[in-house]
Each structure stands twice: as structure tokens, then as C-alpha cells.
């Protein structure tokens, strides 16, 4: 979201189809009660994700988050969309036309395409994430969106050609793809996507379903955890890493992100000497391949790729917003792909990377890469 919009209320009344989770918020207080007193945390300032009450409550601490933002920080329980000026000139939707975004996640990008393809437009929101998905549902539903704009269903995008014959017959206008983590579920410690507080070594994107990354590390073996740090992380240290975190898993099974991270830093220190913003790069990978294997990111991907001519008109705008090497081949090469046999009729030829402005704003832009195609006419 940019500085030019207004930011998401925190609750809205149900109106679709997702099954409701109720965000978190602060009480309102009696005004015959004495005030509840705030959370309590070592230190000047919040560093866990629970005490970060301000972050969470932002319409209610604005100025407090007004700060954070400014100071190129993400406040707790939100996210930041990545190059959205970028993303709106690939995507140019006008009014009346209908479109798809494939990832909602906190629902920055959609909110701008819902307000450029009205009156009139619809657009079409999935997302896998039963936790954050009825919090933006809510949230982009009381931005005053006819109900009729937007369509929201929990699904992730390999099912989406069969969403389309019932709900955007004919197929889509433009398409948007953003297949970065968003930060709510990397700051959210119950989620074991981050290995800055120690918590339940998870990473599922939808808990309810699959193996956990800890069930994952428990099965597979060394040949293996080495294939998917090289395919999925193009990780230098694969070999030794994926003996020292077998043998640390036989030794005690590592159920943590903590542990995990500790183990990595073991292996490490075996190897040789390194700094610790090489140690934090390596930790960072790992956790990235096993998020990848345990979501089964990269076979979704391909089936998105294959499907997206499917999903869109002939003249159809496609953007892909990808954050590391795997995912951006990928797409390079589904997109090359369609150009040589005249699926697409333009494909963007370099990467499109964020402003240094918004790097400099938001780091977690940093990795991002943008590219386009355009589906041909016939």
C-alpha cells in the first residue's frame, strides 16, 4: 500500500464465502473502569511479536506505525506491496475489465486494481491462507468496493482453471501473480516461518493441512534435504549442510525454528569461519528450500504457468512478481516458452526490479523481480 491510501480498517462485517478468523485487536476500554494496563516487555522497546500492541492496533496507535513505516520497517501483522506502480503500468486495468490476482495475501495490490477497474470491473482473489485471508476479505470489503468487484476464494492457484468457466467465464483480462511470503505470516511466530523467536518449527501455509517442516526434516534423507537446498535455494554449503542437519536430527529431532537455526549455525562453524551475515544469509536459505518442499511451491508454480493462457484473454496482460532464482526460472522460461510456440505475443526481456527509493523504503523489496507477457490475439 502506498503512502496515498488509506490504511485497511482492522474488522468489517462478513460478506463472503471464506470461513471467518477473527483478526486481532485491542478492547475498548470501559470509561467507568480503570484502563487495562499495556503488554509488558523487557526492555525500551517490543521485540516479539505478541508485544508489539501499537503495531497491531494501528488505527488506534497511527502516528506510532506512521514511524515505523517512515523509518523503511514493516509494523507487526501487516504487509508493504511490492512494486505496485510497476505491477499497474505491466497490468494497465481499465474500468469495466475483470482480473485475477492469484495471491491476495494482505490485499495491497488488489486494493489498487479494484479502484482502476471500477465502475463496472470484477476481480477475482485467491489465496491458501485460511488464517489471513477472511482478515483481507473483511479488510477490502469495507474500503466501499461494490460486493459485486471482488470475488474471494481459498484456494491456491493451481486450481484456478477450474474457477474460471463458473466465476470469470471467458477468462480474465490481466493476471497478477505475487509469489512472495507476505510479512504478516513471516513476523507471526506461531506460523515457524521465522527463526528470530524460537517457536513450532511449521511453515505450512494452510496449518490444517499437510506435513509440518519438522515432520518434513524427519523423513527425508540426505541425498535428498541436499537436491531440494541446491534446487530451491542454490544453496553453496548443500552437501555439508544436509549431513550436519541429518545428523543433528538423529542425534535430538529438531521441532523449532531455533533449533533448527542452531543447528545450522553448528555445521557452519564446522566448515569454517564465517561472518554473521553469512550465517544469517545460510539460515535464511534453508529455511526457504524447506518452506518451498513443505508447500509444494515450485509444482504449483508450474501448474500456474501451464494454465495461465487458460485463465486469460487473447490480448490478456500477465505479471509475475518472483523473490529468488527458482521461481524467476521458472517463469523466464514458461514465458520464453510461450513466446516460441505463439502463446504470447510479447514477453518482457530483462527483469523489472524495484525503485532504489523502494528498496531503500521497504527492504523486503530488495529480491524482488517483475516480468510480463501478453497473450496473443488468437
Known sequence: ????????????????????????????????????????????????????????ARDRYAADVEKILKSGKTPAGTHRPIMVNEILQVLAPQAGERGIDC????????QKLLRAIQPDGCLLGIDADPIELPKTDARLRS???????????????????????ALLPGGADFLLADLGLSSMQIDDPARGFTFKVDAPLDMRMNPARGSSAAEFLAKIDQRGLAQLLVDAADEPWAEPLASGLIAAQESSVIVTTGQLAEAVRKVLAKIGSFDEEDVTST??????????????????????????????????RIAILTFHSGEDRR??????AGLASGVYREISSEVIRATPQERHDNPRSIPAKLRWAIRSSS
Open 103 to 110: 495471491t491476495l495475501g494482505y490485499g495491497g495490490h488488489a
Open 331 to 336: 517463469v523466464k522460461k514458461a514465458f520464453q
Open 143 to 165: 474500503a466501499g468496493f461494490p460486493a459485486e468487484t471482488l470475488i474471494v476464494q481459498r484456494t491456491n492457484f493451481a486450481a484456478l482453471p477450474g474457477l474460471i468457466p
Open 1 to 56: 500500500m502506498t503512502e496515498s491510501d488509506p490504511p485497511f480498517p482492522d474488522e468489517a462485517p462478513e460478506s463472503s464465502p471464506v470461513e471467518p478468523h477473527a483478526p486481532m485487536s485491542v478492547p475498548e476500554q470501559d470509561p467507568g473502569k480503570r484502563p487495562a494496563r499495556r503488554v509488558r516487555y523487557a526492555g525500551t522497546h517490543p521485540r516479539k511479536f505478541h508485544e508489539k500492541y501499537k503495531e497491531l
Open 283 to 316: 539460515i535464511r536459505r534453508v529455511f526457504q528450500a524447506l518452506r518451498i518442499a513443505v508447500n509444494d511451491e515450485f509444482s504449483t508454480l508450474d501448474i500456474l504457468l501451464k494454465s495461465i493462457p487458460q485463465c486469460v484473454k487473447p490480448s490478456g
